[in-house]
């Protein structure tokens, strides 16, 4: 990128913006400490600064001229370099030497030039004088300034640094997520299938409809598969097309129900939840002994916090091997990855038979924003 290119882009325009501001407050006060020492000396020899106030004009144009310079050429990576801090010093410390030598001079020939020189500073010679009597000074003066454009550069760098390790965060999450999802809908795929299959000599035009339902469910699947959140209306509206398939596979063996608070319908949740968790408590639920299965869907809202509550009158959680075999299932893992992605471990979420032992129920509560902080200490009971 060449000086011109740099001097149009809104990075080196704010730096220089900075280094203009620093070093026209540190004029002013140079100005105004000038005027102050004239003001209160008993030495009739001062001279008034406002006599000369050019001076001060020119030094301020050519020092913002200079440390531009170095600002547009200091590389944005400098941190980054293998040279180890000793050469840094050095190497400022050398550049402060002959840039206010440089400045010195090139304000002599420009003061010179308008015919505004001191009188008795009338003389090269005195100029480099100057500059040695004001090397401490000018030391000071650049090395703050230094350390402004690469305190700049070190922060500009920072925030970008940040934004890509959100994006690639981000795009982390979405493989994970379509990685997860791609282990839970084969297995739906498959089952509805089977489905169709049994229907096709029997009921075509059944058979044809399940398709269909099957088609425009995946075409949502797919539709939003990049967004890691949705509302509980669209994903209720996408569960009711899983549950019609469901129900042509059971037909009257399978029933649910939904209680759905009107206050969350637009409180949004993770994609792709709730679907596992009514998958799973059909997949577990019917037996032997319980050839017919109610699915209750709840969603409220309370205290700040979206509960999800999935249960069923089907077969319990038989023993505790079995309970640790049930909580080691892929729908399972699957979804406490999903959250652990969102919201860290911020989030409750725990699989369990109901007090009486009459079905299991999974509970989900999550913070209404993405990593919100979730306080187990709350009312809520768990």
């Known amino acids: 990128m060449t000086l011109l290119q740099k001097l149009k882009n809104p990075f080196y325009q704010r730096l220089l913006v900075i280094l203009v501001l620093f070093y026209s407050v540190f004029e002013l006060i140079s100005f105004f400490k000038n005027l102050f020492a004239y003001k209160t000396s008993i030495n009739p020899t001062k001279r008034n600064p406002l006599d000369f106030w050019e001076v001060f004009l020119v030094d301020w144009f050519v020092v913002l001229?200079?440390?531009?310079?170095?600002?547009?050429?200091?590389?944005?990576?400098?941190?980054?370099?293998?040279?180890?801090?000793?050469?840094?010093?050095?190497?400022?410390?050398?550049?402060?030497?002959?840039?206010?030598?440089?400045?010195?001079?090139?304000?002599?020939?420009i003061l010179k030039a308008i015919d505004k020189l001191p009188i008795m500073e009338n003389n090269l010679w005195i100029i480099v004088n100057k500059v040695i009597l004001l090397s401490d000074l000018n030391f000071l003066v650049y090395f703050s300034m230094a350390s402004?454009?690469?305190?700049?550069?070190?922060?500009?760098?920072?925030?970008?640094?940040?934004?890509?390790?959100?994006?690639?965060?981000?795009?982390?999450?979405?493989?994970?997520?379509?990685a997860?999802?791609?282990?839970?809908?084969p297995h739906?795929?498959?089952?509805?299938?089977?489905?169709?299959?049994?229907?096709?000599?029997d009921d075509k035009i059944k058979a044809q409809e399940v398709l269909n339902n099957l088609s425009s469910f995946l075409?949502?699947?797919?539709?939003?598969?990049?967004?890691?959140?949705?509302?509980?209306?669209?994903?209720?509206?996408?569960?009711?097309?899983?549950?019609?398939?469901?129900?042509?596979?059971f037909d009257n063996?399978?029933?649910?129900?939904?209680?759905?608070?009107?206050?969350?319908?637009?409180?949004?949740?993770?994609?792709?939840?709730?679907?596992?968790?009514?998958e799973n408590s059909i997949k577990h639920g019917f037996s032997e002994r319980h050839p017919k299965l109610l699915v209750i869907i709840e969603l409220f809202f309370e205290n700040e916090y979206i509960h999800i509550l999935v249960s069923n009158n089907g077969k319990p959680i038989q023993t505790s091997i079995g309970k640790r075999r049930f909580a080691k299932g892929t729908?399972?893992?699957?979804?406490r990855k999903r959250l652990e992605n969102l919201y860290g471990d911020n989030f409750y979420?725990?699989?369990?038979?109901?007090?009486?032992?009459?079905g299991v129920v999974s509970k989900i509560i999550i913070p209404e924003l993405v990593k919100k902080s979730f306080d187990k200490r709350s009312s809520l009971k768990l």
């Open 188 to 201: 739906f795929i498959f089952n509805t299938l089977n489905s169709v299959s049994a229907l096709v000599e």
């Open 180 to 185: 997860l999802k791609a282990q839970i809908q």
């Open 331 to 335: 729908a399972l893992i699957n979804i």
């Open 349 to 358: 979420f725990h699989v369990k038979n109901k007090k009486d032992e009459s």
């Open 148 to 178: 402004i454009i690469y305190i700049y550069n070190y922060f500009d760098g920072y925030r970008a640094n940040r934004f890509l390790k959100s994006r690639l965060e981000a795009q982390l999450n979405e493989a994970k997520f379509n």
């Open 253 to 278: 063996d399978f029933f649910f129900k939904t209680k759905i608070q009107k206050q969350t319908l637009n409180k949004k949740i993770p994609s792709f939840v709730l679907q596992p968790l009514v």
């Open 65 to 109: 001229v200079y440390m531009g310079l170095v600002a547009l050429t200091t590389p944005k990576d400098a941190f980054n370099s293998s040279r180890t801090l000793v050469w840094f010093v050095i190497k400022h410390l050398f550049l402060s030497i002959l840039i206010g030598f440089a400045i010195m001079t090139t304000s002599y020939f």
């Open 219 to 249: 075409r949502q699947s797919f539709k939003n598969e990049r967004n890691s959140l949705k509302t509980v209306s669209e994903e209720i509206h996408f569960l009711e097309d899983y549950m019609s398939l469901i129900k042509t596979r």
